[in-house]
């Protein structure tokens, strides 16, 4: 009986030969490629914190002060705790400025990288492969863009990235359970992130020969999340007196993708109906929020009358939410270009390079996509594939029911370009195949 990889020992990934000239000139254009682009941004483009990353630098100077997560005082929940948190404790020993935060992000790129390519190299492909595609996630245009913005996406990516690893690398029980804690914070940076583990639970369950080993080890992942993420729910029902798990804006999100003014699933910007409905918040996030709960309820209850009177409506807003996750994102640069206008600095030439991250995102996501079929009809199946593409499947399934926008695919660009060489990879095997050894006779 063949044993599913949970059951095998710790199997180490082809040695990678550092002394071999190619490897060597891979490791300078990565490292060409990861600092000049970072460093040239941080130097000409570093602007002023607006819209949502203004909102979590206040909730972090907040924190930092003495008053909780708050809004001028007020305890909120309206979105994470967890890169507000993470803002603070940079703020509680490095100067609280933006430079702060953005300086970190490039730290947590590195994590990113540094992860990425450990996962890269547990996929069917090459050494080789799993470098060159470190190449392509560090030259990723958007990627570069996201580190001088103080926004939770850098983090989140760091954090998910770390939380597949582990996964993925998990043999024993103390990883399953430190694998559980890292989902956990990955939850309280994105609260999407919360059941991502099902999938591979599923897939880990269907194949093995003892599954009942399968549901003791994510019973204790389960277990690290909630390690994680119970004190948070806890300190929202003592100052909110009714269960929050992690924010308190759920209805207000399903609102806006699910309501008679917004056919394209889409958040809907400013439109006069939805902000009449809930002033301020749709115009200016940084404004005081009134009766948060209060508004959070409405915005639930009238989301889902609507997809209940209109269900037909609702379904034909999902295939416009899936495209704009798997869209190019253009946020990147043009939130770049608000907080540098704020800072007084026109960097209208980054607007010069949206046609090279348009392209290259589009490649990049295509190839992606196209690994599914490398998965099912090509004898390059792993786990580590799998769970990269039900990385990907996961976040695009809700948005489908909440709402679609390109920034929140930023966490999984590391899995794009994974899944991508996957691709690459079986198109060679099928247009290459290697030559069967000669037998003797």
């Known amino acids: 009986m063949t044993q599913n990889t949970m059951t095998l020992p710790y199997a180490v990934p082809e040695r990678l030969e550092w002394q071999r000239t190619s490897v060597r000139i891979f490791l300078v254009l990565i490292v060409l490629a ?26 972090a100077v907040s924190i930092v002060h003495g008053n909780g997560y708050a809004f001028d005082g007020i305890p909120t929940a309206f979105w994470p705790v967890g890169y507000p948190g993470f803002l603070a404790l940079l703020f509680w020993s490095l100067p609280e400025t933006p430079e ?6 490039f730290f947590l790129a590195a994590i990113t990288v540094t992860c990425s390519f450990r996962i890269y190299r547990e996929l069917p492909i090459s050494n080789a492969f799993a470098l060159f595609r470190i190449l392509v996630l560090t030259a990723f245009p958007n990627f570069i863009f996201y580190q001088n913005l103080l926004l939770s996406e850098m983090l989140m990516t760091a954090i998910l990235s770390i939380s597949l690893l582990a996964l993925i690398v998990a043999r024993r029980n103390y990883q399953f359970l430190a694998t559980g804690v890292f989902f956990g914070l990955a939850t309280l940076v994105k609260s999407q992130a919360l059941f ?35 004190p948070w729910s806890m300190r929202n029902y003592f100052v909110f007196d009714r269960f929050i798990l992690v924010q308190s804006n759920g209805g207000y999100n399903l609102l806006m993708g699910n309501n008679e003014h917004n056919r394209w699933g889409g958040s809907t910007g ?6 009449a409905m809930f002033p301020g918040i749709v115009e200016d996030i940084n404004r005081p929020l009134s009766d948060e709960l209060g508004m959070n309820d409405r915005a639930a209850a009238m989301a889902v009358r609507f997809i209940v009177s209109n269900p037909v409506e609702a379904l034909k807003r999902v295939p416009y939410k899936v495209y704009r996750f798997f869209s190019h994102d253009p946020q990147g640069i043009r939130s770049l270009m608000r907080s540098n206008a704020a800072a007084g ?14 392209w290259y995102y589009t490649v990049v996501m295509m190839l992606a996509v196209l690994s599914w079929i490398v998965f099912f009809l090509l004898p390059l199946r792993s786990r580590a594939h799998f769970i990269l593409l039900c990385t990907i499947l996961y976040f695009a399934a809700i948005l489908a029911a909440f709402y679609g926008e390109g920034r929140f695919h930023i966490p999984v660009l590391p899995a794009f370009v994974g899944c991508m060489l996957v691709t690459l990879q079986g198109m060679r095997l099928t247009l290459w195949p290697p030559r069967s050894p000669r037998t003797s006779i």
């Open 345 to 358: 600095n026109n960097a209208v030439w980054l607007l010069s390079l949206f046609t090279l991250s348009f």
């Open 196 to 230: 991502l583990p099902l999938l591979p639970f599923i897939y880990d369950v269907w194949g093995h020969p003892a599954p009942k080993a399968v549901v003791h080890r994510y019973a204790l992942l389960a277990a690290g999340m909630l390690l994680i993420i119970f």
């Open 34 to 59: 990861f600092v000049f682009p970072r460093l040239a941004l941080l130097l000409t483009a570093s602007g002023l914190p607006v819209s949502d990353a203004k909102w979590y630098f206040d909730r």
């Open 100 to 105: 702060t935060g953005l300086i970190a992000n």
């Open 270 to 275: 400013a439109a006069a109906e939805f902000a």
